[in-house]
């Protein structure tokens, strides 16, 4: 059996959602044990998102492959005791309670380091710790909007979030990353360095391009829906069949070829409102309207043809429903065949392995499923 980069790592998830389970699902995925530990009344919230997945939730289905559940009531002193016993073998502690609920129970890298000194202790929050808002609730949404992305998206005079829970998907990568860097540390040295994460931290970094733009001239970008704000034409158009297509153009270069090659009007590259990239953006308004007519001439497969030709970028607006028919998305290797309780289902293989070495066959666990065989397994090593 071929080894994965992390056989040898367990890891102790006390998380719930989307953060701290995406995080530990990727460890599971190089090869991590991964021993998630649910409430006994119901588990991972997450679990009831919704009933898609052949009865399970979609978001459990994506964050959880290749994890063990064992139920534990931490308010109990026996599960609390069970609790340490997993902490004493483990590399990792990844939670994303509360701060309150952490410190607690006792359950800060401060309180756990002299107990478990080998420990890795990584906590994902809403806000850094010890900052002004380190108590605050945080949702993804209410990070989105906090941290300034909503004031870049959607279009000018109507903000929106992102339709995905990024500030959870970044928070989840930065622990993903910062455990390595940890375990790596801890290999060569012999210290646990605690990792602290939160998602308002993630998505200000995110954040950063347009936080440094607006900070130094000024002015900050407008949200533009598909456009961008410094460069013209970047986009979507409609074609003549009424299918969406994005282009983008980066040079003066690409600009009189598009005329010429794509929108058959080569005069437009000339038309003085046109002549640069800054000349463009100042004229938006009168150069979609030109695109738009030129675009609406043809259907979309020969708009398509003609941007390869000519060597302009472009992208389908892909809708949410052919996603996973898509071309790149097609070969066999892209997909994992994953055990539910609910049966077989098709999971994305991770974008990003070592010589792609993942683990093939983790399932997604039923409420509990591990319970009896992990504690059976801490007697037997007493």
């Given at each position: 059996m071929t080894a994965l980069p992390l056989d040898g790592v367990t890891v102790v998830g006390l998380e719930q959602a989307v953060a701290a389970p995406f995080a530990t699902r990727q460890l599971a995925d190089l090869g991590a044990r991964v021993i998630k530990v649910e409430r006994p009344d119901g588990g991972d919230f997450a679990r009831g998102y919704d009933t898609v997945v052949g009865g399970e939730s979609s978001a459990f289905v994506w964050l959880n492959r290749g994890k063990e559940?064992?139920?534990l009531d931490l308010a109990d002193p026996d599960g609390f005791a069970t609790l340490h016993r997993l902490l004493a073998?483990?590399?990792?502690?990844?939670a994303n309670l509360s701060p309150a609920a952490l410190e607690r129970r006792g359950l800060t890298a401060a309180a756990l380091a002299p107990r478990h000194p080998h420990l890795i202790t990584c906590v994902i929050s809403g806000y850094p710790p010890g900052?002004?808002?380190a108590r605050k609730k945080a949702y993804d949404a209410l990070v989105q909007a906090e941290a300034g992305l909503m004031s870049l998206t959607g279009s000018a005079g109507a903000p929106a979030k992102v339709g995905i829970?990024?500030?959870?998907?970044a928070a989840g990568c930065y622990a993903y990353s910062g455990v390595l860097a940890a375990l790596r540390h801890r290999d060569r040295t012999g210290e646990a360095l605690p990792v602290d994460v939160s998602l308002f931290g993630a998505l200000t970094e995110w954040m950063a391009y347009p936080?440094?733009?607006?900070?130094?001239?000024?002015?900050?970008?407008?949200?533009?829906?598909t456009a961008h704000p410094t460069i013209a034409p970047y986009g979507a158009v409609t074609a003549a069949d009424g299918r969406s297509i994005m282009i983008a153009v980066q040079n003066e270069r690409e600009w009189t070829r598009l005329c010429a090659e794509v929108l058959d009007d080569p005069a437009?590259?000339?038309?003085?409102?046109?002549?640069?990239?800054?000349?463009?953006v100042a004229h938006r308004a009168?150069?979609?309207a030109a695109l738009a007519a030129a675009c609406a001439g043809h259907p979309a497969d020969v708009l398509i043809a003609r941007l390869d030709t000519a060597g302009i970028a472009w992208s389908r607006l892909t809708e949410l429903a052919d996603l996973a028919d898509h071309p790149e998305l097609a070969p066999d290797g892209r997909w994992l065949s994953t055990t539910t309780p609910a049966g077989e289902v098709r999971t994305l293989r991770p974008p990003a392995a070592p010589s792609d070495r993942v683990?093939?066959?983790?399932a997604v666990p039923a409420l509990g499923a591990h319970t009896a065989a992990v504690l059976a397994e801490l007697e037997e090593g007493q």
């Open positions: 559940s064992v139920q073998r483990a590399d990792v502690l990844v900052g002004p808002s829970s990024i500030a959870d998907i936080l440094y733009y607006t900070r130094h001239s000024g002015t900050a970008p407008e949200p533009m829906g437009l590259a000339a038309d003085p409102r046109f002549t640069s990239n800054s000349r463009r009168e150069l979609d683990a093939t066959d983790g």
